[in-house]
């Protein structure tokens, strides 16, 4: 998402990546497409501090503060880095609901498990930004967009031929 803000909006972009292969790639990656001047990368885990950032335009999450497993904690150490009348953006997955019976459970426990990841019921961040006097103006329901690419994907891992795996997968 770095990239593609700091394209599309020609803003400059401050990306955190904790582990160090993604860090280094998303470096590279960057340089070659030619915005290393607009996109900088830090290899800072968000948990641990704001890494000196401040005055913030826009507080940016997609698809990363689903490994977060305290909303509350890591609002509290990022929102006042946000400057007055600043942002607060984020795509992820989440629960509508909680889990009804085991076998659902396990199914939510496993997909934690295998993404790395606190699936947490959206009401808990909306709460969280609510407390913490973020206003919460747009939610979109994006479950029967995901379940039709899952549904895709097992569809094309099907029939995908055996023995297509290179090492590096």
């Known amino acids: 998402p770095a990239r593609v ?13 904790q582990d160090q292969n993604r860090y280094e790639a998303a470096v590279r990656l960057t340089e070659r497409v030619g915005l290393a001047s607009r996109v900088t990368f830090l290899r800072h885990d968000a948990l641990s501090g704001t890494a000196g950032l401040e005055n913030i335009d826009v507080l940016w999450g997609q698809s990363a503060w689903v490994h ?25 997955a989440f629960l509508l609901r909680e889990p009804s019976g085991s076998e659902e459970r396990h199914v939510v426990r496993s997909l934690e498990t295998l993404w790395g990841a606190h699936l947490l019921p959206i009401n808990r961040w909306q709460s969280a930004l609510e407390t913490r006097r973020c206003a919460v103006t747009h939610v979109r329901d994006y479950t029967s967009e ?17 023995g297509m795996v290179t090492p590096a997968e």
Do not use: Y
């Not at 803000?5 to 990546?17: H, M, R, T, W």
């Not at 497993?69 to 795509?91: C, H, K, Y």
């Open 5 to 17: 803000l700091a394209q599309a909006f020609g803003c400059s972009v401050v990306g955190i990546e």
């Open 146 to 162: 995901a379940q039709a690419h899952f549904r895709n994907c097992l569809s094309v891992s099907s029939k995908w031929p055996n």
């Open 68 to 92: 977060f497993p305290n909303p509350e904690a890591f609002l509290d150490l990022w929102i006042p880095t946000i400057r007055p009348r600043g942002r607060v953006v984020m795509s992820d």
